[in-house]
């Protein structure tokens, strides 16, 4: 019998990837705020992820053996501009959804960020303890702290920047402006004072599928790619595995939304150190390169390169 997967915030980049490879193998059940999703053989249903009672009540009914939580806001700027917002999606939301999970028996999965790091320039492990300098990186910060505190069975998966397309046609990610921008033969504008990982968030989707198979459980985990850049870099390597033209991009160091004002900065490392999650499940994280040529190859098999 299959099991049942809950995924809160299904219309989102990171939800919509998880239903469209899980789906096969596990019965899903997706939620969404404001883009209604309709997939042949999925139940996707609205929920708000801020109304306890509601998310309980649902979360009872469906009765699942795993829930993912994929809601919430991930852009920086975003988080700053609107820190309230922030705050109710990536912390109270994610709370709501982990004591419901938690209630009825489910491992609750959360997807962090590196984000919740400081910054420096140092590679980090997962011991480390968090000291994040933006709004994004505090939310996060918090919830990966109270799940470990209140829950029993759960997994943290602090991802480096993920990329790839996404359901929600109406809010371009930024691997998606990428690709619309070299289509058109547009300048394209790329940090280069932010190093972190990139991976293909189908690979992460892998390693969460191998997570469940291995049965792992109340365990934070960095997921990365082995090697880090900045976007104006992971942006020449896109544009030589993509073919397209590299003269459209155009290095530029903008401002980076720090909560820590007037501490100079300015460059900032998010690297994530995978030893733990290799051993774990025995494989080998890809580079940046390796992932972006899994990414044209699939891509490429259905027209969207």
């Given at each position: 019998?299959?099991?049942?997967?809950?995924?809160?915030?299904?219309?989102?980049?990171?939800?919509?990837?998880?239903?469209?490879?899980?789906?096969?193998?596990?019965?899903?059940?997706?939620?969404?705020?404001?883009?209604?999703?309709?997939?042949?053989?999925?139940?996707?249903?609205?929920?708000?992820?801020?109304?306890?009672?509601?998310?309980?009540?649902?979360?009872?009914?469906?009765?699942?053996?795993?829930?993912?939580?994929?809601?919430?806001?991930?852009?920086?700027?975003?988080?700053?501009?609107?820190?309230?917002?922030?705050?109710?999606?990536?912390?109270?939301?994610?709370?709501?959804?982990?004591?419901?999970?938690?209630?009825?028996?489910?491992?609750?999965?959360?997807?962090?960020?590196?984000?919740?790091?400081?910054?420096?320039?140092?590679?980090?492990?997962?011991?480390?303890?968090?000291?994040?300098?933006?709004?994004?990186?505090?939310?996060?910060?918090?919830?990966?702290?109270?799940?470990?505190?209140?829950?029993?069975?759960y997994l943290i998966l602090r991802c480096s920047p993920l990329y790839g397309r996404g359901y929600n046609s109406r809010h371009d990610n930024w691997f998606e402006t990428l690709q619309a921008s070299f289509a058109k033969n547009l300048p394209i504008y790329a940090d280069d004072s932010v190093y972190t990982g990139f991976l293909d968030v189908q690979i992460l989707v892998k390693v969460v599928r191998a997570m469940i198979a291995?049965?792992?459980?109340?365990?934070?985990?960095?997921?990365?790619?082995?090697?880090?850049?900045?976007?104006?870099?992971?942006?020449?390597?896109?544009?030589?595995?993509?073919?397209?033209?590299?003269?459209?991009?155009?290095?530029?160091?903008?401002?980076?939304?720090?909560?820590?004002?007037?501490?100079?900065?300015?460059?900032?490392?998010?690297?994530?150190?995978?030893?733990?999650?290799?051993?774990?499940?025995?494989?080998?994280?890809?580079?940046?390169?390796?992932?972006?040529?899994?990414?044209?190859?699939?891509?490429?098999?259905?027209?969207?390169?």
């Open positions: 019998m299959k099991k049942t997967i809950l995924i809160f915030g299904v219309s989102s980049f990171v939800g919509s990837n998880f239903l469209e490879m899980l789906k096969d193998e596990f019965r899903i059940i997706g939620t969404y705020h404001k883009t209604p999703v309709t997939i042949r053989g999925v139940t996707c249903i609205p929920c708000d992820v801020l109304k306890k009672e509601y998310v309980t009540s649902i979360t009872t009914i469906i009765k699942p053996d795993i829930t993912i939580y994929a809601a919430g806001m991930s852009s920086l700027k975003e988080c700053q501009l609107s820190p309230k917002v922030a705050e109710a999606l990536n912390s109270s939301g994610a709370a709501n959804c982990a004591q419901a999970s938690e209630r009825n028996g489910a491992q609750f999965i959360y997807i962090s960020s590196g984000y919740v790091l400081s910054g420096q320039d140092t590679i980090y492990r997962e011991g480390e303890t968090p000291i994040p300098n933006t709004t994004y990186g505090s939310t996060l910060s918090s919830t990966e702290f109270y799940i470990q505190r209140s829950c029993l069975n291995k049965k792992a459980t109340n365990r934070l985990f960095h997921v990365s790619s082995q090697d880090f850049m900045t976007r104006y870099e992971f942006a020449k390597i896109y544009a030589r595995i993509f073919k397209k033209d590299e003269g459209l991009i155009q290095k530029t160091s903008g401002t980076f939304p720090s909560d820590r004002k007037n501490e100079g900065n300015t460059q900032y490392f998010y690297r994530l150190d995978t030893a733990n999650i290799e051993e774990f499940l025995n494989v080998k994280m890809p580079k940046i390169e390796e992932s972006l040529s899994i990414t044209y190859k699939r891509l490429n098999s259905i027209g969207l390169t």
